[in-house]
C-alpha cells in the first residue's frame, strides 16, 4: 500500500503490523492535534479553514464524511477525494470524468496524499493514511485518526452551524465507548485481521471473534433500535462503514464468508435504516468499495475487478416497529 520512509515515498509495508505470531497490527495514526472551539488548542473552529483529504473506499475516511453531512459541515470544511484503487504513489487526487465524485485536490493541488505528509514533516516516516484533516492556515496536517475527528466535528462547529445533534452525549459515553472498544476490535478492524492474517491461526481466531461479535449485535438489534438504546450515536456511525462494505468485498476478498449482511435480518435492516438518514447516502459508493479492495495486489494479485457489487442498501426496512 505504499508507505513514507524519512520523507521517501515507497511501494511496501511496515514490518511492525506484521509481527511473527502472523496478525495484522494496525499501527497508531500519528497526528493527533485537536480542533476546538475556543481555539486553545491552537486550531480554532473557523469556517473555510480546514480541508479533508478522503477516498469514498476507505471506512474510516467514511466515518468523517458521515458526519460532515450531518453536521451541516459541508460548506465549512472542503474536502477532496481520491480516485478509487490502491496505486504505487498511494491515495492519488486527479479529476477523471469517470469518477465524478472524486474531487482533485483545489487547495495545494497535491497529487499524492504522501505530498501532504511531508509537507507537514520533510522526514515523516509511517503509513499516509485517509482521513487526512488539514489546516488551510498553519499549512500542516492536524489530524489523521478517524475517531478524533468525528468527535471534533460532533461538537466544535456547533456554535457556527447551529446543528446540535449530539451523537455522543454524556449520559451515553460510558456505553458509546465499549461498544465502540469491542465493534472496533473484532468488527471494524476485525475485517481486516481476517484479511490481512498471514497465519491460518491469526486468522481463524480473528474469523471467530468477527462473527461472535456479529452474533451478538444481530440479537442486540432484535431488541432495541440502535445499538445504544433508541437513539442514533456514535456506535451506529462507527459500524455502519464496515457493514456497507461486508458483502461487496469483505465476505469473499477478506474470506469473511460464514454469512453475509444480508443474511443477518437485523443488521440488515438496521443497516437499511442507517443509510436512509439525509444525507448518508450521499456519502456512500458500493461501486468504489469493490474497486478500492480488489487493487490491493497482495490479496488479488491478477488486479481482476469483479464486475458485480453485490448490495442494494435503497430497500425498505422494518426499524419503525421500535418507534413505540
Known amino acids: 500500500m505504499g508507505v513514507l520512509i524519512n520523507g521517501k515515498w515507497r511501494d511496501e509495508e511496515l514490518p511492525r503490523e506484521y ?22 488548542s491552537g486550531f480554532k473552529a473557523e469556517p473555510g479553514r480546514y480541508h479533508l483529504y478522503v477516498a469514498h473506499g476507505c471506512p474510516w475516511a467514511h466515518r468523517t464524511l458521515i458526519y460532515r453531512a450531518l453536521k451541516k459541515l459541508d460548506g465549512l470544511i472542503s474536502m477532496s477525494a481520491a480516485i478509487p484503487g ?24 497535491f497529487h499524492y496524499l504522501h505530498e501532504a505528509y511531508t509537507a507537514t514533516d520533510p522526514n515523516y516516516t509511517g503509513k499516509v493514511t485517509v482521513p487526512t484533516l488539514w489546516d488551510k492556515k498553519t499549512k500542516r496536517i492536524v489530524n489523521n485518526e478517524s475517531s478524533e475527528i ?34 472496533y476490535e473484532t468488527i471494524n478492524n476485525g475485517a481486516y485481521r481476517c484479511g490481512f492474517a498471514r497465519t491460518q491461526e491469526a486468522y481463524e481466531a480473528a474469523y471467530d471473534a468477527l462473527f461472535a461479535t456479529l452474533d451478538e449485535l444481530e440479537e442486540r438489534l432484535g431488541k432495541q433500535r440502535y445499538l445504544v438504546g433508541n437513539q442514533i450515536t456514535e456506535a451506529d456511525w462507527r459500524l455502519l462503514p464496515t457493514l456497507v462494505r461486508f458483502d461487496v468485498a469483505y465476505f469473499s476478498l477478506f474470506k469473511c464468508n460464514r454469512q453475509r449482511i444480508a443474511d443477518y435480518p437485523n443488521l440488515n435492516n438496521y443497516m437499511r435504516e442507517l443509510y436512509r438518514v439525509p444525507g448518508v447516502a450521499g456519502t ?8 478500492n479492495y480488489y487493487s490491493i495486489k497482495k490479496l488479488n494479485p491478477t488486479g481482476i475487478i469483479p464486475k458485480g457489487t453485490p448490495v442494494d442498501l435503497g430497500q425498505s426496512h422494518d426499524r419503525a416497529r421500535f418507534a413505540a
Open 150 to 183: 468525528i468527535r471534533m466535528l460532533n461538537s466544535e462547529f456547533n456554535g457556527i452551524t447551529g446543528e446540535h445533534s449530539d451523537f455522543y452525549p454524556v449520559p451515553l459515553r460510558a456505553e458509546i465507548d465499549r461498544v465502540n472498544a469491542q465493534v
Open 86 to 109: 490502491l496505486k504505487e504513489n498511494g491515495w492519488t487526487f486527479e479529476s477523471r470524468p469517470d469518477f465524478p465524485e472524486c474531487i482533485p485536490d483545489t487547495v495545494n493541488s
Open 284 to 291: 456512500t459508493f458500493p461501486r468504489h468499495y469493490v474497486i
Open 19 to 40: 509481527p511473527q505470531d502472523g496478525q495484522f497490527k494496525r499501527i497508531d495514526s500519528a497526528f493527533r492535534d485537536r480542533i476546538t472551539a475556543d481555539g486553545l
